[in-house]
């Protein structure tokens, strides 16, 4: 079936560090792909998303692109802030699909 | 309501013990999700309802697992006779679309943390 894997935290990094969080996906034809962040003690938050190949999602400095050709859409930022310490979990929707199937979650540490 | 919202956000029960999880989607979605998130794994599928109907069961566990949505709004999570691997953080998630759909944004309540002792 559909799937995401994603890169296994916990990933540390210093403030302002570059930050990439590697994502890869399987699916047949073209599912619609996410990033979902969840802060300390909140809920699931939509990050960005792209639904079709080559689309680049962006939202607080962070970017993901959409990749047919290597089944990816790694989440990126040029840097860090403490702020966005937090798990970070990459998903798809299928393209004849509804509920979205979440990777196991990237949890992201930035230290001052 | 301005978000997803879930009740009791904490709840303890005792092996054997009923439990029923409340969600309150944002008004006027009409689809909603059930998910299961184990410590240290990323959200598992439950169920899925678009207005009352139930359309999608087929992440519930076992037959201990029953959700309703009787007025297409409020839904229950119901689990009878918990045992210790039911222990998770139960979320709901609701949809404006009337057919979700992968160009729809899916919004997160902040869950209800299950312990089952």
């Known amino acids: 079936g559909d799937s995401v894997t994603q890169m296994e935290g916990p990933v540390t990094l210093s403030e302002e560090a570059f930050l990439t969080i590697n994502c890869t996906y399987t699916a047949t034809g073209y599912p619609s792909l996410f990033w979902y962040v969840q802060y300390p003690g909140e809920g699931l938050q939509l990050l960005l998303k792209?639904?079709?190949?080559?689309d680049k999602g962006s939202n607080k400095g962070f970017e993901a692109t959409y990749r047919k050709e290597t089944t990816s859409f790694h989440l990126e930022k040029g840097s860090v802030q403490v702020s966005d310490s937090a798990v970070y979990f990459c998903?798809?929707?299928?393209?004849?699909?509804?509920?979205?199937?979440f990777g196991k979650g990237t949890s992201l540490l930035v230290t001052p | 309501g301005a978000g997803v919202s879930q009740s009791p956000r904490y709840k303890v029960a005792k092996r054997g013990q009923d439990v029923a999880l409340r969600c309150d989607p944002i008004s006027g979605h009409v689809s909603l999700f059930w998910y299961q998130q184990a410590l240290g794994q990323g959200p598992e599928f439950l169920t899925y309802?678009?207005?009352?109907?139930?359309?999608?069961k087929s992440g519930l566990p076992s037959d201990r697992f029953f959700a309703e949505r009787p007025e297409g709004s409020v839904s229950t999570l119901k689990i009878q006779r918990t045992q210790q691997e039911d222990s998770a953080v139960y979320l709901c998630?609701?949809?404006?679309?009337?057919?979700?759909?992968?160009?729809?944004?899916?919004?997160f309540g902040e869950g209800s943390w299950l312990t089952v002792v």
């Open positions: 792209a639904t079709k190949a080559d």
């Open positions: 309802f678009q207005n009352e109907a139930q359309l999608d």
């Open positions: 998630a609701s949809s404006l679309a009337i057919k979700a759909g992968p160009r729809n944004t899916i919004y």
């Open positions: 998903a798809l929707i299928p393209n004849s699909g509804y509920a979205l199937n």
